[in-house]
């Protein structure tokens, strides 16, 4: 019994967490909704999705999107998907996601998690996930504001 409970606890444990998505790695199409409560469909013609699992990442990507026009993203078929599952629901509705509506931009907010739940992140880094018709051509960490306009640039309509 003693040696069957290490392989019984492993195993549940590598069910429980599963793998981050890699470069190569097909998604799915999912849908969340943004800070105005708009439905977004990350699809085949998604290119760049930009995603934040803490508030250093996030401020990443909101100093990369200052000044930007509300259509901005969706010329270049790129999303900013915030995981705000950590965040208490008080706090999510009453401060939060009033603070988010300040941005013209939408914010896909993930409060599951549940669509972003295999996306790789860094600690206080923003991550940036290039896409071709939903395979992951690659994955990039960053700390700088200018990697995230480079992406972005390289994505002109």
């Keep these: 019994m003693k040696k069957l409970l290490p392989i019984v606890l492993l195993t549940v444990t590598s069910?429980?967490?599963?793998?981050?998505?890699?470069?190569?790695?097909?998604?799915?199409?999912?849908?969340?909704?943004?800070?105005?409560d708009q439905k977004h469909t990350v699809d085949e013609n998604t290119r760049l999705i930009m995603f934040s699992k803490d508030m250093d990442g996030n401020d990443v990507l909101k100093q990369a999107l200052t000044g930007k026009k509300a259509d901005y993203l969706a010329q270049r078929k790129a999303v900013y998907i915030n995981d705000i599952s950590g965040?208490?629901?008080v706090v999510t509705f009453l401060f939060a996601k009033p603070k988010m509506r300040d941005y013209e931009y939408p914010m896909l907010l993930d409060e599951k998690p549940q669509a972003t739940?295999?996306?790789?992140?860094?600690?206080?880094?923003?991550?940036?996930?290039?896409?071709?018709?939903?395979?992951?051509?690659?994955?990039?960490?960053?700390?700088?504001?200018?990697?995230v306009v480079t992406a972005l640039d390289a994505l002109k309509p």
């Design 87 to 89: 965040m208490p629901g």
């Design 117 to 147: 739940k295999n996306f790789p992140a860094r600690e206080s880094q923003a991550t940036l996930i290039q896409l071709d018709h939903l395979k992951i051509k690659s994955i990039q960490f960053t700390q700088k504001p200018e990697d």
């Design 15 to 36: 069910l429980v967490h599963a793998e981050s998505y890699i470069d190569g790695s097909q998604l799915t199409p999912f849908s969340l909704t943004d800070q105005f």
